[in-house]
């Protein structure tokens, strides 16, 4: 999988958008971006994730360069709740081949009221 | 309700003393895992299973051992527990391998060896 870079933390007024930023420089065609969160220490959770198109549901969007280097994960209305590690990854798409996750150390994103 | 469960959740013991770490699922995946998380160094998969009774190194494998008998349960067994086992370990699934489904992660289990 590609090794993925964040910023270390983040602050965001409570009510904003956050705007969280993820460098993969190194994707190859067949890999997706893929966002999750954890909340102190619990089980990450899963947020939002895409190939070439920019993704929305209803927690977050999920905005992919046309050259796919890079993404930004945006909480539209970030609430206190959303105060958490987010961590970018990628993954390959093949079943049938490489099948390591790494997780990078993510971005601390800290909502501030 | 569809989930990844753990036990135990806390652990404390000591060196050398063989322990198992449960990991079950009840949505017919055929994906699972097991991470790792240490202060300063995110989540470092331990290993993988696509299947049953396929099951591969991740990147920390050193000192543990998996089995995938069933589809369900993915146990990690630690036969010789150190010190610098004493970590943070969770346990996720996705419906099959591949970048196209996302994992579902376990509550976690703090493990401390003494």
Known sequence: DAKTTQPTSMDCAEGRAANLPCNHSTISGNEYVYWYRQIHSQGPQYIIHGLKNNETNEMASLIITEDRKSSTLILPHATLRDTAVYYCIVRAFNSGGYQKVTFGTGTKLQVIP | ?114
């Open chain 2, 1 to 114: 309700e569809a989930q990844v469960t753990q036990n135990p959740r806390y652990l404390i013991t000591v060196t050398g003393k063989k322990l198992t770490v449960t990991c079950s699922q009840n949505m017919n995946h055929e994906y699972m895992s097991w991470y790792r998380q240490d202060p300063g160094l995110g989540l470092r998969q331990i290993y993988y299973s696509m299947n049953v009774e396929v099951t591969d190194k991740g990147d920390v494998p050193e000192g543990y051992k998996v089995s995938r008998k069933e589809k369900r349960n993915f146990p990690l067994i630690l036969e010789s527990p150190s010190p610098n086992q004493t970590s943070l370990y969770f346990c996720a699934s996705s419906l099959k391998a591949g970048g196209a489904y996302e994992q579902f992660f376990g509550p976690g289990t703090r493990l401390t060896v003494l």
